[in-house]
């Protein structure tokens, strides 16, 4: 099991950026598959972008694909993700998760999620 805290969210004009962190716990992160999800109110929670535990393959949302970039740093335990041209739409909780397998990280299936920061973004 792995302890996740997000961090970096907040208030942004529409074509703005943030930078989102989570923070992992535990001496085993770098065998963690790492992903990050998104729940708008009133909305289900949705897959934003997940990457494998070397960083050297991630997947994007459709939605997001072009203006997100997320990164790991494992000496650091840490994920990232880069938020670009930033949209009202994009307007949600955005939560960090990890798991050790990748397709039911990319689902949402997995057991390790952070507690959310909110990102909003005004028009």
């Known amino acids: 099991q792995v302890q996740l805290v997000e961090s970096g969210g907040g208030l942004v004009q529409a074509g703005g950026s943030l930078r989102l962190s989570c923070a992992a716990s535990?001496?085993?992160?770098?065998?963690?598959?790492m992903g990050w999800f998104r729940q708008a109110p009133g909305k289900e929670r949705e897959f934003v972008a997940a990457?494998?535990?070397?960083?050297?393959?991630?997947y994007y949302a459709n939605s997001v694909k072009g203006r997100f970039t997320i990164s790991r740093d494992n000496a650091k335990n840490t994920v990232y993700l880069q938020m670009n041209s930033l949209k009202p739409e994009d307007t949600a909780v955005y939560y960090c998760a990890a798991d050790t397998n990748l397709f039911r990280l990319r689902v949402g299936l997995s057991d390790d999620w952070g507690q959310g920061t909110q990102v909003t973004v005004s028009s």
């Open positions: 990457i494998t535990w070397s960083g050297s393959s991630t």
């Open positions: 535990g001496r085993t992160f770098s065998s963690y598959e």
